[in-house]
């Protein structure tokens, strides 16, 4: 192992050095097993390279002393454009708020990196939002192949509630969320651990194993709900009138973000933190379509 380490220093050090004597290279910064230290023989040594003028290849892959390397080139006048098509919190924000600056010889871009890397509650609220939805999601799914003995995608999908538990739970609790998101929360909480170790390691019972998994989450979610939606209700508070999910999810607050937002207003409504009434949405000559549901509080 620190045969490897060694071989993949040189490697990063081989192409650092080349870039930093590049006149056209202003900044590097490294992500991934470089930063998190879980080198292993077939990591990649990931770098952001910002430019001063525009290269038509975005993504180059290359190799240096048998070491694979992917490079993303960035042009600095598109540095800002960045979180345009991502949202802070998104996968584009994490991996600049987890990267490191190797250099920087332009002092806008490395303001621009420490901006970057700051995470907002607002935004971290919103993310909990759109993590809540998931969780309704997939336990609607797992209950359903339960009931219908559809065992293999009720496993499936268990796995995948587990890990959209492990994003909310870990971002609620005030972290930055990673690929490793499920051994970050099962770290964080021992009873948490013990449910999925009984999920992913238990194979006598798979059926009890994804109930107790989903009752532990319904327990969680029950306990901290109020706080996990505070940013919904207090928007809600403001508004003072029927909201249906379709306009809540319109606001330039939510927009952006994908949320299952009636599964969300469902659950304050069973739990009586808001109430619920319907809409009538008639046509033009005053027939009714539909009525819709509508939220207040």
Same mark, same amino acid.
């Given at each position: 192992?620190?045969?490897?380490?060694?071989?993949?220093?040189?490697? &990063?050090?081989?192409?650092?050095?080349?870039?930093?004597?590049?006149?056209?290279?202003?900044?590097?910064?490294?992500?991934?097993?470089?930063?998190?230290?879980?080198?292993?023989?077939?990591?990649?040594?990931?770098?952001?390279?910002?430019?001063?003028?525009?290269?038509?290849?975005?993504?180059?892959?290359?190799?240096?002393?048998?070491?694979?390397?992917?490079?993303?080139?960035?042009?600095?006048?598109?540095?800002?454009?960045?979180?345009? !098509?991502?949202?802070?919190?998104?996968?584009?924000? %994490?991996?600049?708020?987890?990267?490191?600056?190797?250099?920087?010889?332009?002092?806008?871009?490395?303001?621009?990196?420490?901006?970057?890397?700051?995470?907002?509650?607002?935004? %971290?609220?919103?993310?909990?939002?759109?993590?809540?939805?998931?969780?309704?999601?997939?336990?609607?799914? !797992?209950?359903?192949?339960?009931?219908?003995?559809?065992?293999?995608?009720?496993?499936?999908?268990?796995?995948?509630?587990?890990?959209?538990?492990?994003?909310?739970?870990?971002?609620?609790?005030?972290?930055?969320?990673?690929?490793?998101?499920?051994?970050?929360?099962?770290?964080?909480?021992?009873?948490?651990?013990?449910?999925?170790?009984?999920?992913?390691?238990?194979?006598?019972?798979?059926?009890?194993?994804?109930?107790?998994?989903?009752?532990?989450?319904?327990?969680?979610?029950?306990?901290?709900?109020?706080?996990?939606?505070?940013?919904?209700?207090?928007?809600?508070?403001?508004?003072?009138?029927?909201?249906?999910?379709?306009?809540?999810?319109?606001?330039?607050? &939510?927009? !952006?973000?994908?949320?299952?937002?009636?599964?969300?207003?469902?659950?304050?409504?069973?739990?009586?933190?808001?109430?619920?009434?319907?809409?009538?949405?008639?046509?033009?000559?005053?027939?009714?379509?539909?009525?819709?549901?509508?939220?207040?509080?």
């Amino acid at each position: 192992m620190n045969d490897n380490i060694i071989k993949y220093q040189t490697a &990063f050090n081989n192409v650092i050095n080349r870039l930093r004597n590049n006149e056209s290279v202003l900044a590097v910064m490294v992500f991934g097993s470089m930063v998190t230290g879980d080198l292993w023989e077939e990591s990649d040594i990931d770098l952001f390279v910002v430019t001063n003028e525009d290269i038509k290849v975005e993504k180059i892959y290359t190799q240096e002393e048998d070491v694979p390397i992917h490079v993303k080139i960035i042009d600095k006048k598109n540095l800002d454009k960045i979180y345009q !098509c991502d949202l802070r919190g998104g996968k584009t924000h %994490r991996i600049f708020a987890s990267s490191r600056l190797v250099f920087s010889k332009d002092s806008s871009i490395s303001s621009w990196y420490d901006r970057g890397r700051y995470y907002p509650d607002i935004d %971290r609220e919103r993310w909990n939002l759109v993590y809540l939805g998931e969780i309704f999601k997939y336990i609607g799914v !797992c209950k359903k192949y339960l009931k219908n003995r559809g065992f293999y995608t009720a496993y499936s999908d268990s796995v995948k509630l587990t890990e959209a538990f492990s994003k909310l739970y870990v971002n609620f609790s005030g972290y930055m969320i990673s690929k490793d998101v499920i051994n970050m929360a099962t770290s964080l909480d021992d009873d948490f651990k013990n449910i999925v170790d009984d999920l992913f390691f238990n194979k006598d019972n798979i059926e009890e194993s994804i109930i107790k998994l989903i009752e532990y989450i319904k327990i969680y979610l029950n306990d901290n709900i109020r706080n996990i939606t505070s940013l919904l209700l207090n928007y809600m508070k403001e508004k003072d009138t029927f909201l249906s999910s379709q306009d809540i999810l319109m606001d330039d607050l &939510f927009k !952006c973000y994908s949320i299952s937002m009636e599964d969300i207003l469902e659950y304050l409504y069973y739990k009586n933190i808001i109430k619920k009434h319907s809409r009538k949405l008639k046509n033009k000559k005053g027939e009714l379509i539909f009525q819709e549901n509508v939220y207040f509080i």
